[in-house]
T-cell receptor
Framework: AQTVTQSQPEMSVQEAETVTLSCTYDTSESDYYLFWYKQPPSRQMILVIRQEAYKQQNATENRFSVNFQKAAKSFSLKISDSQLGDAAMYFCAYSSYSGGGADGLTFGKGTHLIIQP | DADVTQTPRNRITKTGKRIMLECSQTKGHDRMYWYRQDPGLGLRLIYYSFDVKDINKGEISDGYSVSRQAQAKFSLSLESAIPNQTALYFC???????????FGQGTRLTVV
């Protein structure tokens, strides 16, 4: 079974600064997807960024980028120019590529990100 | 309208009562999921379904049952609710390739 570990229960950053959220995972598979989801106080789950394991290039989405280290099984999220609207819970998640991720997502426990004005 | 709709949004129920949480989707996806979120534990999979005839237990299925009434509808039932089942419940769908999961707005369930 796969596991996802987020070792930072809470992080705090000044507005406009850069912050990195950590995620490690354990799997015996070679092909998989990794995700970062954002959950603001509205509790909606919002996809921030996705990484396919077979791609060496790190995914980026505007101010959000990842550092994907396959050998180390590490998948960190970097948020540049932090904004007040970035304040939320962030979840790292894993999905198996085989079977198209049919058996769902495995989530980490989450990191609560606080943005200091 | 949201692609994945959960009803109710919030519910308070008493210990021992039967309760059903409903989920409907307009994404046209075959795959549907129920997750439970607890503070400090992240989201955990309760049940998942590939189609109306294919239902599978997830990590924490004890105390829950599901029904897939149609491709678009997937309900979660607590036959006899207990306080330990107080949590935020999410329904989700995904496409055949699992490239993205689409979540409902969540149902906050409190069992007193």
């Amino acid at each position: 079974a796969q596991t996802v570990t987020q070792s930072q229960p809470e992080m705090s950053v000044q507005e406009a600064e850069t912050v990195t959220l950590s995620c490690t995972y354990d799997t015996s598979e070679s092909d998989y997807y990794l995700f970062w989801y954002k959950q603001p106080p509205s509790r909606q789950m919002i996809l921030v960024i996705r990484q396919e394991a077979y791609k060496q290039q790190n995914a980026t989405e505007n101010r959000f980028s990842v550092n994907f280290q396959k050998a180390a099984k590490s998948f960190s999220l970097k948020i540049s120019d932090s904004q007040l609207g970035d304040a939320a819970m962030y979840f790292c998640a894993y999905s198996s590529y085989s079977g198209g991720g049919a058996d769902g997502l495995t989530f980490g426990k989450g990191t609560h990100l606080i943005i200091q004005p | 309208d949201a692609d994945v709709t959960q009803t109710p949004r919030n519910r308070i129920t008493k210990t021992g009562k039967r309760i059903m949480l409903e989920c409907s989707q307009t994404k046209g996806h075959d795959r549907m999921y129920w997750y439970r979120q607890d503070p400090g534990l992240g989201l955990r999979l309760i049940y998942y379904s590939f189609d109306v005839k294919d239902i599978n237990k997830g990590e924490i299925s004890d105390g829950y049952s599901v029904s897939r009434q149609a491709q678009a509808k997937f309900s979660l039932s607590l036959e006899s609710a207990i306080p330990n089942q107080t949590a935020l419940y999410f329904c989700a769908t995904s496409d055949l390739w699992g490239t993205e999961a689409f979540f409902g707005q969540g149902t906050r369930l409190t069992v007193v």
